[in-house]
């Protein structure tokens, strides 16, 4: 639908205004202008997500872990079984967030959210492959 706001971009509003907190002092808190943080909450582009130091910087001063940010955003980030991985969706993080511009720390939280997908990925193929062996 034309005009809706992104994922994201709701998941931002609804987590600050949560907080009491206005786009001014969210801003102060990450480093991040003001107006950028305005075009985060009202940017109506299917799938967006600001860079990866931006989205660390919003959920350390929204008190949320990056894991949660994102999957309030509408990408599945945990699971509780490897079927449950929305491979589309997982794609679609890797390649606009941890394959785009900004930079990765080994240690950062991407990482270790990107080890979970990665991780689940790894069972699912060898459940699948566990099937198929006993069923031949």
């Not at 785009?100 to 939280?109: A, N, V």
Request: glycine share 6%; net charge neutral.
């Amino acid at each position: 639908m034309a005009g809706e706001l992104s994922g994201f971009s709701k998941a931002l509003r609804r987590l600050r205004q949560l907080r009491g907190m206005s786009q001014e002092r969210l801003a102060e808190l990450t480093g991040i202008h003001q107006r950028t943080i305005s075009r985060m909450e009202n940017t109506a582009t299917e799938g967006y997500l600001p860079p990866p130091h931006q989205v660390v910087a919003l959920a350390r001063a929204l008190d949320v872990s990056v894991a949660e940010l994102v999957r309030e955003a509408g990408y599945p980030i945990e699971c509780d079984s490897a079927r449950e991985v929305d491979l589309p969706a997982l794609a679609t993080f890797a390649e606009r967030w941890l394959l785009g511009p900004g930079q990765l720390h080994p240690d950062s939280e991407l990482v270790r959210v990107f080890a979970q997908f990665a991780r689940a990925l790894a069972q699912r193929a060898s459940t699948r492959q566990g099937l198929t062996n006993e069923k031949v």
